[in-house]
C-alpha cells in the first residue's frame, strides 16, 4: 500500500537574516505534521548527500565554480539571496531532499519534501531565492540511478517554473506545466503548457480551469513515471507577493485535485512546498500543512 513519506529540511540553523523567504516555515511545518497529522517518526527521512555530479547535470561548470568559490557575479548575485558559504552549502543540501523525496515517491508512493520546489534556478545562474534547481537535479540524479523515464511537472506555484521550462524545454520525456499569475515575476519562458491566470482569478475560475488542463496533460503527455507536485502556497490571498486570491479551501481543493489524480492513477508523486508568504512562517506553513493532510487522503482513499 502507498503512503507518504517525507523528507525533512536540511536547513537547520541556516540564517537569511531578515530576508522575505520564511525559512522557519519548514521547521513549523514538521512540528504540525507530527502533532496535528500524527505522522510517526519512521515516515520522516533525512535528505541524501549531493555530489558535484549531479549538479553538474543540471548547472554549468562556470556557475558551480562560481557557488564553490562564493563570488559574487552576475550570475550569483541574481540569487536575491545573500552570498555565502552556509547559504549556499543550504541550498546545494536541498537538492538531496529533493532527491530523496522522488525516490521516496517511486518505492512508497507519495514523497513529500519539507522544502524544495526552487523553479526558478537557471542552468547558468541563480534567480528567485534559488541558487540550484533542486527538483532537476533531484530528476536527473534518480533517472541516472533508478531509470525513471518519462516525468511530468505540475507546477502550481503563484510563479511561472521559469527554470524548469528551460531546463526541459528540448526534452520530450519531460512535460512542464505552469499554472501562475500573468502579470507577476518572473520574465515568462515557454514551458509544454503554460497558464497564465489574470490577478484575482479566485477559487471557482482557478480549479475549473485547473481541473480541464490536468484532463488536456492526460492526452497530451499520458502515463508520467513521476509526477513532480509544485505545490506553492502564494496562490492564497493573503499572500504577500501574489494575487490570485485563493482562499485557505480553495487551495484545499487544488491540493486534493492534483494529488487524488494521480495517486489514484498510481503513479508516484513527489510534492515540493516551493513559495509562500502568508503572515510569516507560521501561517505559510499551516497552508502547507493543508497540501500534506490532502497527500495523506490521496493515499487512504486506494
Ligand atoms: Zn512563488
Redesign the pocket.
Known sequence: MAEVAYVRSPLKGVDLGSHPFPLEKYEILERLLREELHVPPERFHPAEAIEDEDLARIHTPRYLDDLAHVRETWATLSSELPVTAPIIEGFRRVAGASATAVRLALHEGVGFCIGGGFHHAFPDHAEGFCYFHDMAIAVEKLRAEEGVERVLFVDA???QGNGTAVIYAEDPDTFTYSIHQERNYPVKQRSDFDRGLDDGTGDEAYLSILQGDLEEIDSRFPSPDLVCYVA?V?PHRDDA?GGLALSTEGLQRRDEMVLDRYVAMGIPVAVFL??GYVRGGEGTARLHLGTARAAEQAVAAV
Do not use: F, R, T, V
Open positions: 506555484d503563484l510563479h506553492g502564494d507577493l516551493a513559495g
